[in-house]
Structures are given as structure tokens and as C-alpha cells.
């Protein structure tokens, strides 16, 4: 078990709604990365915290938004849900920013739906 | 173009096997190349990285990287069907600031049967 937590595990939520998924990194990690993964595809980076700071963003619109705690629990926002926004969302902790050698362990995923 | 190609397959293959799962990359600036196994419902889990060039084996997987031709594999000697999983390859650049972010292959989904 990699100790990193994600809630809920399933959502379903309206076109042009707004969602809020949550993170819960492995204790003393203060780098928080989300992932987009659709179903057949790979995971995409959407953005990386550090430090409670962005560190980073992927090719996603700004309706995509996040928070991190000093508590090491963190948040993904999105806004006006489309369609395609459809997908397993996964957070993934690692110990410190920037380091390439700096492994990330994911969580199991929260899988949004958008009817 | 993608900047990472992977054959999503599915694969089957016989318990016993060996199985050779590939990525091919197109940006020179990847550096850092790693592999994930992901089961059903669950998350991606880090199985090998590498930075370099060649071979790098750990019990019964083995991770090659040949950056001249932007391709990279992974052996699974003595396949088992606790192996069943889809592999994702992902890369990274080599930051000198934050932002360690993994590009991933679409994954391969593999089956190993008894």
C-alpha cells in the first residue's frame, strides 16, 4: 500500500457542473501531482503543488484548478464539467518537488463520470 | 504525434512466458524513463526506472532504454498470471527546476494465462 488516499471513489455529476475530488498524500511528501486518465489511455499530467504552490501545469484550461493543505491533503477543482471530463482522476505524492529521481505513488483513483 | 507510443494490446500470453512490453518516444529531452504496473481499479505502481542507456534488471524484470533510437522495453522472465496487469511506460525530462512531470504511454494491457 502506497498510503495515499483519494475520495470519493466514484462520482457522477451533470454537464456543467462543478466538482471537487480529493487527495490525501503519504505523510511528510510535499509535492502532490493529479493525473486525467481516460479509459484506454495513459494517465496526463494536469498539474503538481509543492509546497502548497503550483509547480507545474499540463495542457488543461483553467477550469482545472487545485489546493494543497499544509496537512498534506490536497484538492482538484473542476469547473463547468464537460463531457470529456469523463475519467479517472489520480493524485499522486512524492517527497520533494523537482527531483527527477523523486518517485511518485499514486492513489487508487476517483472515477468521475459526466452525463 | 504522440510524444510517447506504446502498444495498448491486449497481450496473452502462456504462464511461463517471456514477455517484451515496448515504448517508443519522440522528445529528445526525456532522460529519466520508468515503468508502472497498474491493475484493475487501482493505481499505477512504480515498477523500474532508469536514466541511462542499457540494461537494468531486478529479479525478474528487466528494463532496457537505447536513447539513440528513442525506444525502450521491458522483459518479464517467468511470466505469472499475478503479472496480468496493463504496463504504462512514462518519461520525464531532467529538471533543473520543479515540476517533475511524467508523460505516460496509452499502456499494454497484459494477460498471462495458465
Known amino acids: 500500500e502506497t498510503g495515499v488516499t483519494q475520495s470519493p471513489t466514484h462520482l457522477i455529476k451533470t454537464r456543467g457542473q462543478q466538482v471537487t475530488l480529493r487527495c490525501s498524500s503519504q505523510?511528510?511528501?510535499?509535492?502532490v501531482s493529479w493525473y486525467q486518465q481516460a479509459l484506454g489511455q495513459g494517465p496526463q499530467f494536469i498539474f503538481q503543488?509543492?509546497?502548497?504552490?503550483?509547480?507545474g501545469r499540463g495542457n488543461f484550461p483553467p477550469r482545472f484548478s487545485g489546493l494543497q493543505f499544509p496537512n498534506y491533503s490536497s484538492e482538484l477543482n473542476v469547473n463547468a464539467l464537460e463531457l470529456d471530463d469523463s475519467a479517472l482522476y489520480l493524485c499522486?505524492?512524492?517527497?520533494?518537488?523537482?527531483?527527477?529521481?523523486?518517485?511518485?505513488?499514486f492513489g487508487p483513483g476517483t472515477r468521475l463520470t459526466v452525463l | 504525434q504522440k510524444e510517447v507510443e506504446q502498444d495498448p494490446g491486449p497481450l496473452s500470453v502462456p504462464e511461463g512466458a517471456i514477455v517484451s512490453l515496448n515504448c517508443t518516444y519522440s522528445?529528445?529531452?526525456?532522460?529519466?524513463f520508468m515503468w508502472y504496473r497498474q491493475y484493475s481499479r487501482k493505481g499505477p505502481e512504480l515498477l523500474m526506472y532508469?536514466?541511462?542507456?542499457g540494461n537494468k534488471e531486478d529479479g525478474r524484470f528487466t528494463a532496457q532504454v537505447d536513447k539513440s533510437s528513442k525506444y525502450i522495453s521491458l522483459f518479464i522472465r517467468d511470466s505469472q498470471p499475478s503479472d496480468s496487469a496493463t504496463y504504462l511506460c512514462?518519461?520525464?525530462?531532467?529538471?533543473?527546476?520543479?515540476?517533475?512531470?511524467?508523460?505516460f504511454g496509452t499502456g499494454t494491457q497484459l494477460k498471462v494465462e495458465l
Open positions: 505523510s511528510g511528501h510535499n509535492t
Open positions: 522528445n529528445s529531452a526525456f532522460q529519466y
Open positions: 532508469t536514466y541511462s542507456s
Open positions: 512514462a518519461m520525464s525530462p531532467i529538471l533543473t527546476g520543479g515540476g517533475n512531470k511524467l508523460t
Open positions: 503543488y509543492y509546497r502548497e504552490e503550483e509547480n
Open positions: 499522486a505524492s512524492s517527497l520533494d518537488g523537482g527531483g527527477v529521481t523523486d518517485t511518485q505513488y
